[in-house]
């Protein structure tokens, strides 16, 4: 089975950074992507970045570029998202998700198959 787990989220004050993890199991072929959501209070989902890993295409929501990084360590099943010059209005609950489906626009606007336990990130005014 598909199991994603996010972590390293954490209390940050504006303009700090944070590092979070996705661990990645079950897939049995490497045509797969992975993408960061998160929900905030009184906000809808948003999908923040994503990755896929048949070309290693990236997606990132306008409100994050320039800002956050998707990266991988494919031999460690992990993929990453740095956030630097953090804003209060981050502070969400971030998931990673998974999809093998390939239109990435796509699904990280209508959503994935797979979903892992979030990780709360605070950003402190």
């Known amino acids: 089975e598909v199991q994603l787990q996010a972590s390293g989220g954490g209390l940050v004050q504006a303009g700090g950074s944070l590092r979070l993890s996705c661990q990645v199991s079950g897939f049995t072929t490497d045509d797969y992507t992975i993408g960061w959501f998160r929900q905030a209070p009184g906000k809808g989902r948003e999908g923040v970045s994503g990755?896929?890993?048949?070309?290693?295409?990236?997606y990132y929501a306008e409100s994050v570029k320039g800002r956050f990084t998707i990266t991988s360590d494919s031999g460690k099943n992990t993929v990453f998202l740095e956030m630097n010059s953090l804003k209060p209005e981050d502070t969400a609950v971030y998931y990673c998700?998974?999809?093998?489906?390939?239109?990435?626009?796509?699904?990280?606007?209508?959503?994935?198959?797979?979903w892992g336990k979030g990780t709360q990130v605070t950003v402190s005014s």
């Open positions: 990755m896929r890993s048949t070309d290693g295409a990236t």
């Open positions: 998700a998974g999809d093998r489906n390939p239109i990435l626009g796509y699904i990280m606007r209508v959503g994935m198959e797979y």
